[in-house]
């Protein structure tokens, strides 16, 4: 699993209670929003440092409704966390975990593909059974 998929999916749980979700109204006391909830998963997993947790609020932001897209990535997943139900974004979450799930799969599948076109070129054939 990658490393926005782990943050991604560690920044949820640290907002899935209701009680630990901040809406963005209100006193901020120990509840995390969306953004901060990103940024908090990111400092916890710290392996690859801040490219990590900015690739997570690039899928959080190509997850949103295509409404939600006014501003950057931050102010959009701010707006939309502070403007939305917390049902809302969690299932803003989900997609952002889908989809980028389902661009590693792509990805590994393009590598897996580019490896096999190598190993046909070079006559390994043993591989191509792998």
Not at 17 to 38: F, H, I, N, T, Y
Request: hydrophobic content about 40%; proline content about 2%; some cysteine.
């Amino acid at each position: 699993m990658n490393d926005t998929i782990e943050i991604l999916k560690a920044a949820r749980q640290l907002i899935e209670k209701r009680e630990d979700w901040w809406d963005g109204s209100g006193g901020v006391e120990q509840r995390l929003c969306a953004v901060q909830a990103v940024s908090t998963a990111r400092i916890q997993y710290q392996s690859r440092g801040g490219l990590a947790g900015w690739f997570t609020l690039d899928a959080l932001f190509a997850a949103l409704p295509p409404g939600a897209k006014m501003t950057d990535d931050v102010g959009a997943v701010s707006r939309y966390n502070d403007t939305h139900s917390h049902k809302d974004v969690l299932a803003l979450f989900d997609r952002a975990i889908a989809a980028t799930e389902c661009a590693e799969d792509e990805w590994q599948n393009t590598l897996d593909d580019q490896r096999r076109e190598y190993a046909a070129s070079r006559g390994i054939y043993d591989w191509l059974d792998k």
